[in-house]
């Protein structure tokens, strides 16, 4: 379907999605990821606010958001500075706070989660009626999934950790250090 089409997402009616995105010197990245996000929304008509959580970038950062919120309107941008470099689980707190919406996602600005997955995650969520979406980086190299730009080791520590958590939780998920939900 060509991309310039809009096209309403079955389930996601009536539904308002908060996007929590933390940053640390994202500058560079903020402007490119808030577009992707806020076409990909409104191709498919979804509802959407995207709460930026800047724990105080000193790269301009939140001037860059502050004039994304102008292109992309305040009710759809929304920034939440913090004072300094916090820490990316109070940011989630953080943002947890400030969101308005149904639903929550949960993704990094560095483009280590693309905003293309998310109407096929919203479509899981409302055709199954699960709680949780979870995306995951191991699901194997046929669906694209899989981590690119990492050494070696990052790569063995985040798998070894994914094992462990996954012998002692026993959760039902393949990639529980990821963060795209």
């Avoid at 308002?16 to 076409?39: D, Q």
């Avoid at 689980?89 to 997955?117: N, Q, R, W």
Wanted: aromatic share 8%; with cysteine; hydrophobic share 35%.
């Amino acid at each position: 379907m060509p991309s310039n089409v809009n096209t309403r997402l079955t389930g996601a009616a009536g539904h308002k999605y908060s996007v929590i995105l933390p940053t640390y010197n994202e500058r560079k990245n903020l402007p490119v990821i808030l577009y992707l996000l806020c076409t990909t929304f409104e191709q498919h008509q979804i509802d959407y606010e995207i709460i930026i959580v800047d724990d105080a970038s000193p790269d301009g950062t939140q001037e860059i958001a502050k004039q994304c919120a102008k292109v992309w309107g305040e009710n759809h941008i929304v920034l939440r500075p913090r004072a300094g470099k916090l820490g990316l689980g109070t940011a989630y707190v953080h943002g947890l706070e400030s969101c308005t919406g149904d639903f929550v996602i949960i993704m990094d600005a560095d483009f280590s989660h693309h905003p293309k997955h998310i109407p096929d995650m919203i479509r899981m969520q409302t055709e199954q009626g699960v709680d949780i979406v979870q995306g995951t980086r191991y699901s194997g190299i046929s669906t694209g999934a899989g981590v690119f730009g990492w050494n070696l080791k990052r790569k063995l520590v985040s798998r070894g950790a994914n094992l462990l958590a996954s012998f002692v939780l026993g959760p039902r998920t393949t990639d529980v250090t990821g963060s795209f939900r």
